[in-house]
T-cell receptor, first 109, second 113 residues
Framework: GQNIDQPTEMTATEGAIVQINCTYQTSGFNGLFWYQQHAGEAPTFLSY????GLEEKGRFSSFLSRSKGYSYLLLKELQMKDSASYLC??????????FGAGTTVTVRA | IAGITQAPTSQILAAGRRMTLRCTQDMRHNAMYWYRQDLGLGLRLIHY???????GKGEVPDGYSVSRANTDDFPLTLASAVPSQTSVYFC????????????FGPGTRLTVL
């Protein structure tokens, strides 16, 4: 099976930076997604990485190292509305998404 | 309709009953998926459909069946519900079947007693 690990919880202060790490061991690799999920709501797309390096989108950036089986999602200038779960998901050889359990980020005032 | 919808929003069901969760998308996406989300386990794929008329099994298919008679609809049926099927169910769709972004419906919260 696929193995995708990310921390269960993180807490940070409004205006700060938080980095959510994701490590994976999968049957092949065809890309990595990050999704945001607010409590009681559907996951929504944040980013997609397939090549090594950093992808920046406003306050959110995502990094990928395929050789290390590692990605991180960087949230800058944290706002209260960023309190949510962040899901790391990998596309393996069968082109199906496998998800990590998610990281719950709590932003404190 | 805009995007992907699911019905019902929530349901309490007696064990042994049959239940169908509905999913409809109006984005003309080819691929559709059903996931369940349980605390501490993340989203797990139940069944998928790459295109109308075809379906496939995901990671946790036992106890569930699906059909894909047309592009827009992808219902999930629990033939005889059991308490372990208590979960939040999300339907998703994507334009293609390889690396295209999946878009999720709002979910159905199902409790089997």
């Amino acid at each position: 099976g696929q193995n995708i690990d990310q921390p269960t919880e993180m807490t940070a202060t409004e205006g700060a930076i938080v980095q959510i790490n994701c490590t994976y061991q999968t049957s092949g690799f065809n890309g990595l997604f990050w999704y945001q999920q607010h409590a009681g709501e559907a996951p929504t797309f944040l980013s997609y990485n397939v090549l090594d390096g950093l992808e920046e989108k406003g306050r959110f950036s995502s990094f990928l190292s395929r050789s290390k089986g590692y990605s991180y999602l960087l949230l800058k200038e944290l706002q209260m509305k960023d309190s949510a779960s962040y899901l790391c998901a990998v596309i393996s050889n069968d082109y199906k998404l496998s998800f990590g359990a998610g990281t719950t980020v709590t932003v404190r005032a | 309709i805009a995007g992907i919808t699911q019905a019902p929003t929530s349901q309490i069901l007696a064990a042994g009953r049959r239940m169908t969760l509905r999913c409809t998308q109006d984005m003309r996406h080819n691929a559709m998926y059903w996931y369940r989300q349980d605390l501490g386990l993340g989203l797990r794929l139940i069944h998928y459909s790459n295109t109308a008329g075809t379906t496939g099994k995901g990671e946790v298919p036992d106890g569930y069946s699906v059909s894909r008679a047309n592009t827009d609809d992808f219902p999930l049926t629990l033939a005889s519900a059991v308490p372990s099927q208590t979960s939040v169910y999300f339907c998703a769709s994507s334009f293609g079947t390889d690396t295209d972004t999946q878009y999720f419906g709002p979910g159905t919260r199902l409790t089997v007693l």
